[in-house]
Nanobody, 124 residues
């Protein structure tokens, strides 16, 4: 099976920054749209950001637009989420995801492939 492994989560004070990384299995999702989701305790999974396989187009949830940046290192096959200006409301488990057949980035709702998640906690 192909795999997605997230890293970079942790505890940060409000206003601080974190960068999450996602390392897919070698060559597994080089031509797949990829994205980030998050899920807070007691809440449903929420879309955060998406990027196409060429790394030429991105799409963001309104709640993170202007603060988070999704990027992709195509040479090393690594996905990133740079999170700036973090708020307590951003506290959640963040998941890396891939969708090989996605046509529109704003339609990424149920990707077939997921990572195990990494915890992000933002203190007040």
């Amino acid at each position: 099976q192909v795999q997605l492994v997230e890293s970079g989560g942790g505890l940060v004070q409000a206003g601080g920054s974190l960068r999450l990384s996602c390392a897919p299995s070698e060559g597994a999702f080089r031509r797949s749209a990829m994205g980030w989701f998050r899920q807070a305790p007691g809440k449903e999974r929420e879309f955060v950001a998406a990027i196409n396989w060429e790394a030429t187009s991105t799409y963001y949830s309104a709640s993170v637009k202007g603060r988070f940046t999704i990027s992709r290192d195509t040479a090393n096959n690594v996905l990133y989420l740079q999170m700036n200006g973090l708020k307590p409301e951003d506290t959640a488990v963040y998941y890396c995801a891939a969708d090989p057949r996605l046509g529109r980035l704003d339609s990424m709702t149920s990707p077939p492939f997921w990572g195990q998640g990494t915890q992000v906690t933002v203190s007040s």
